[in-house]
């Protein structure tokens, strides 16, 4: 008597950052799409799919790892589970990593994420034909529910910043239309989402680039106003997307958060050239002061490099000054990583490992004590909170407008159901958490 036979399934194991989860999506609506079936344990899987990160060289290490552990997982009969190796990896080092990385089955890198449902077909020898997909199509029922979801906007990046790779990995930058994020969120929206985030190598720039030129805040607009009891947030907006149209757009409408995330990477003009980027630190606390005059309650998050090529003590002071008195919500903190390819690996003025290690967590200790006494300061507000789920020990959770996913911490709630919105009072804080009465 002939076997039975199921369809192949694959594991998609997802590395990085929040715009890599959305390609994982994606892809794995495409191979749903073509008669394969995505399972979230690597054991289970007739093929591993690994999203990878390669954005510093921190992250390519990970990716790796991860890789060399899984391609040692076999099949009953003693066979490997073949690995497809996606993303950021195979778009950065191409023909080099295909030599080299002889784990892999088949490399599939951004701009051919696509084509994930053939390279699959290819890889497992079977018969299951692709077919096209669009943002529309929904993923098998059985995936876990997610009551936030992220969206994309745009892909690549034109900016060139010195320490970066993003333009080599993903292109050059261009805006999704307007129909594909707004299927895009009717997709997220029927599955549970009750929180959209728009996130992009750079959102500000979001319709500039279409025949008849569009802006950022015209689709906030017409979102907020086409879903109007979902939440929406902006995510990656470098200071010159904060446009006044876009701070009216955002304290236009309820349903948007009032949460700006404006990666400033310094405040010294000297080192902002060397990375290729504009401003000082007069400009920004003239924009910080800007956004707070037109949007009631914002919330503010920025991100900054300790110890780029050149930075002097006195650049490094003037830094660590300029958190103490800016008054950001929440400061993330990277120390310099010098990647290969990019003009600021080639720079003059070095900075060696340990200092730039120290740098980085003196600045995240300034960036502490300013932000977390912030976060104090909500204590006695009152504030809607997306209930999300409970953790290991029973304790619901959720978030607030002024706390974005991953990386603001989160509501510790009494009442709720996940997916409801409800309001509650902050009565204590412990660090960045909040605890609701």
């Known amino acids: 008597m002939a076997g039975t036979f199921h369809s192949p399934r694959v594991c998609f194991v997802t590395l990085g950052c929040a715009k890599n989860e959305v390609d994982s999506d994606r892809m794995k609506r495409q191979a749903a799409a073509a008669g ?7 054991l289970e899987a007739d093929a ?31 066979k490997r589970v073949p690995l497809v190796v996606a993303g950021c990896m195979p778009a950065r080092y191409g023909d080099e990593l295909e030599g080299e990385l002889t784990e892999a089955a088949a490399f599939v890198p951004c701009s051919k994420e696509d084509d994930i449902a053939t390279v699959l077909s290819r890889v497992l020898d079977t018969d299951c034909s692709a077919r096209p997909t669009d943002a529309g199509e929904a993923l098998p029922s059985g995936e876990d529910a997610s009551y936030f979801a992220y969206v994309k906007i745009s892909d690549g990046c034109d900016r060139f910043c010195s320490f970066c ?10 805006s999704f239309s307007f129909d594909a994020i707004a299927a895009e969120v009717k997709r997220a929206v029927a599955s549970g989402a009750k929180e959209i985030v728009l996130i992009a190598q750079d959102t500000g720039r979001w319709g500039e680039d279409f025949e008849e030129p569009s802006t950022l805040a015209r689709l906030v607009s017409s ?37 700006f995330d404006i990666p400033l990477q310094h405040v010294q003009p000297s080192l902002l050239r060397a990375m290729n980027r504009t401003g000082s630190r007069s400009e920004f606390e003239a924009l910080l002061d800007r956004i707070r005059n037109r949007v009631r309650g914002v919330s503010l998050r920025t991100t900054l490099i ?67 006494a912030r976060v104090a300061e909500r204590t006695g507000s009152t504030m809607d909170v997306l209930v999300l789920g409970r953790e290991e020990d029973g304790q619901l959770f959720g978030r607030a407008m002024c706390q974005a996913p991953d990386v603001d911490g989160v509501v510790y709630l009494e009442k709720g159901e996940p997916g409801q919105i409800v309001t509650v009072t902050i009565g204590d804080t412990l660090l960045y958490e909040m605890e609701a009465e």
């Open 306 to 372: 300790a110890g780029f090529p050149g930075e002097s003590e006195e650049d490094f002071e003037a830094l660590c000054d300029f958190v103490e008195e800016a008054g950001f919500d929440y400061v993330g903190v990277f120390p310099y990583s010098r990647e290969e390819g990019t003009r600021a690996a080639r720079m003059d003025g070095q900075i060696d490992e340990d200092v730039k290690r120290e740098r980085a967590q003196v600045l995240r200790d300034v960036a502490d004590a300013v932000c977390t």
């Open 36 to 42: 394969f079936v995505p399972v979230n344990d690597a």
């Open 223 to 259: 979102l907020a106003e086409t879903f109007p009891t979902t939440w929406f947030r902006v995510m990656y907006l470098q200071p010159e997307g904060v446009t006044d149209e876009l701070l009216d757009a955002v304290s236009s409408y309820e349903n948007v958060a009032n949460y």
């Open 48 to 78: 591993i799919v690994v999203n990878t990160c390669s954005f510093i060289e921190a992250a390519t290490e990970e990716s790796l790892e991860t890789i060399f552990e899984l391609s040692d997982i076999e099949r009953p009969s003693g």
């Open 165 to 174: 790779t993003i333009p080599y990995i993903r292109g050059r930058y261009r």
